[in-house]
């Protein structure tokens, strides 16, 4: 192996141990080196960086990440070179990729992804995030799913490990068929913090529901790929366990749940501390 670099089914075996360990699969998304650095000595088994995790520590929503502020693409190919891949000593790290970016040979991009030290790919920005009208109008101009679930097969037949957002039972099933590792049931943009979701997430109840109807999809094609939960309720340790009991779900991923809302939580607190400290003999 040259640096950090893991074959697919290197980073497959590592998962698997971890389950026989009676352990659950945690990934996290990276906006920063030291984030990544962090999350690593965490043990996370994988971390995944996306153009939104830059503008998420940036102090702006992820959903960024899914406007025309910078070319995704590239912003994790600069992430990866300079800031994260850098600083992880062992573990796999994900690139996100625009599968639908109409400006790459996508083939072309991949092994360049491949080449640049990362062990797999993940599809984000995903369209899949977008629904009603929109939606309709990117499927039907040539700017649809479809194109990230051919990303997806064109990274497996180059042996990178695939690990893929899905919001709902058809996109599950595609993604299996186009031989995904991993399945991420995403319920939606997480809760919580600054600049987290309000009125639009669903009960952790019926979170665990939709997570479900992903997996047993996927499943259905391909019965041994894994399945993770990620998004909306789930915001912490205590939520993940819920969906982990209540589903086929065998792990999390977390992006705003870890990195954004621990550095919310305890740079405000340290900073108040040190606010709170005695004067001394100071006087005007």
Not at 2 to 21: C, F, M, P, S, Y
Not at 47 to 58: D, H, P
Not at 179 to 207: C, F, N
Not at 265 to 282: A, H, M, N, V, W
Request: net charge negative.
């Amino acid at each position: 192996m040259i640096g950090n670099t893991h074959t697919r089914q290197e980073v497959l075996d590592k998962l698997r141990a971890t389950l026989e360990a009676g352990q659950p699969i945690i990934a996290s998304g990276a906006g920063t080196g030291i984030s990544a650095k962090f999350i690593e000595e965490g043990g996370a088994d994988l971390i995944i960086i996306y153009n939104s995790g830059r503008f998420r520590m940036a102090g702006r929503g992820s959903c960024a990440g899914l406007l025309a502020y910078g070319d995704a693409n590239q912003i994790v190919m600069e992430m990866g070179e300079r800031e994260v891949l850098p600083v992880v000593k062992h573990t796999p790290v994900i690139a996100g990729v625009n599968g639908t970016d109409p400006t790459r040979r996508m083939w072309h991009f991949i092994g360049q992804v491949k080449d640049m030290g990362f062990s797999g790919v993940n599809n984000f920005p995903t369209v899949a995030v977008i629904d009603g009208k929109f939606r309709q109008t990117l499927e039907e101009t040539d700017l649809g799913y479809y194109h990230e679930v051919e990303m997806i097969r064109i990274s497996r037949a180059m042996d990178m490990f695939t690990i893929v957002y899905c919001f709902n039972a058809e996109e599950a099933s595609q993604m299996a068929e186009a031989g995904a590792d991993v399945i991420i049931a995403h319920v939606g943009t997480t809760v919580g913090g600054s600049i987290g979701a309000t009125d639009s997430v669903m009960s952790l109840e019926q979170a665990a529901e939709t997570v479900q109807k992903i997996l047993d999809a996927a499943q259905a094609v391909a019965p041994d790929i894994i399945g993770l939960s990620h998004g909306g309720p789930i915001a912490t340790p205590e939520d993940a366990a819920y969906v982990n009991v209540h589903t086929d779900a065998v792990g999390f991923v977390g992006a705003s749940s870890i990195e954004r809302l621990a550095t919310e939580d305890s740079i405000r607190k340290l900073t108040e501390e040190f606010k709170s400290i005695p004067l001394g003999q100071y006087q005007i």
